[in-house]
């Protein structure tokens, strides 16, 4: 009972994949693009949505920090791409990326985007969908859980707690050249916001330390790192503005790492003993 219980979604989304090839774009030529977030790092956060394109792509180009759990979901018959990024280290352009991907989803029905994290956060999602629509592309979003989120709470601090905080500002500490505007207005978020999650932080994280000092934050202010969350081999290490940067040399703490400050990283020593624990995930 309980095996045709789990095993009939199973199909269902089988099929419905299937039936995508062959109907996704029936009045053109052109496949179809799925701008897809992988999670944060645990397989078991894969949505099952996620997990069914992959396991049905023609073609997958995947970035760098998408974990190896997720990459084995792909279909061994699927064409893969890393078009990872780190700083310093780009696979490829982002022009280069886009142009990838409307060149395979000329001759292929499902191009998948594979994403860490959410698209839509941080993660360039908005640019590529932009440039996909102007080429005629037909192309999907398909939502992950963001880091932002998963990391913390795999490391026991919730973002809001009623006794804590009751706002967060998600936050890029890593700018891109020529943005709409040339700073983060760190005084405005340190003023407005009781919990501050900062998304490729670690590099810049002595300036930004020292604008939130500037802009009223205290130095005893809890902050902790997070790196490679949610994973079997996820790093954690708590301080305050004042102590990090000595912890993190100290440590040999590299990124990539959320970054969150505020009250609730005091909740890390109680609710840490309640984490969650990955389980290992059948790509049958």
Known sequence: MSQQLQSQPQSRNKEQAVSNKETINPSSSTGKVYLLGAGPGDPGLMTVKGKTLLEHADVVIYDALVSPAILQM?????????????????????????????????????????????????????????????????????????????APAYAGIPVTH??????????????????????????????????????????????????????GLKLDTPIALIRWGTRSDQ???????????????????????IVIIGRVVDLHAQLALGRPIMLPINNS
């Open 74 to 150: 792909i279909s061994p018959q699927a064409e893969t791409i890393n078009a990872g990024k780190r700083r310093g280290r780009h696979s490829k352009l982002q022009k280069e990326t886009t142009e990838l991907l409307i060149q395979k989803a000329e001759n292929n029905a499902v191009v998948v985007r594979l994403k860490g994290g959410d698209p839509f956060v941080f993660g360039r999602g908005g640019e590529e969908m932009s440039d996909l629509i102007a080429a005629g592309v037909p192309v999907e979003v398909v939502p992950g859980i963001t880091s932002g989120i998963a």
């Open 235 to 257: 790093e954690e290490l708590v301080g305050t503005l004042d102590t990090i940067i000595n912890q993190i040399e100290a440590t040999e703490f590299k990124a990539p790492a």
């Open 162 to 215: 009623r006794g804590y905080s009751s706002s967060v500002t998600f936050v890029t500490g890593h700018e891109a050249v020529g943005k709409y505007r040339p700073d983060v207005n760190w005084d405005a978020i340190a003023k407005g916001s009781e919990t501050i999650v900062i998304y490729m932080g670690v590099y810049n994280l002595p300036n930004i330390i020292s604008k939130l000092l500037e802009a």
